[in-house]
């Protein structure tokens, strides 16, 4: 089984600057989140699962951009 895979709500384990995130992208060791802030790419090891306010505030964040902006975020 493959750790936070594509469309898992994730954190950074070391800090909370990048708020919390959505994968969008799995390489190998590598995941493409969707953090509140901006895209990135991180190391499996440094992402731990959302809680659930996270994933709350993750798709929130999702839907109200979905509305703006329309397309799939």
Same mark, same amino acid.
């Given at each position: 089984?493959? *750790? %936070?895979? #594509?469309?898992?709500y994730v954190a950074h384990t070391g800090?909370?600057? +990048?708020?919390?995130?959505?994968v969008i992208g799995v390489? $190998? @060791?590598?995941?493409r989140v969707r953090f #509140? +802030?901006? #895209? *990135?790419t991180i190391a499996v090891r440094d992402l731990r699962t959302a &809680? *659930?306010? @996270?994933e709350e505030e993750v798709a929130a964040w999702l839907m109200e951009k *979905? #509305?703006? %902006? $329309? $397309? &799939?975020?």
């Open positions: 089984m493959t *750790a %936070h895979g #594509v469309g898992a800090t909370d600057v +990048y708020g919390p995130g959505k390489d $190998g @060791e590598w995941r #509140v +802030y901006f #895209v *990135a &809680s *659930a306010q @996270e *979905a #509305v703006r %902006h $329309g $397309g &799939s975020w």
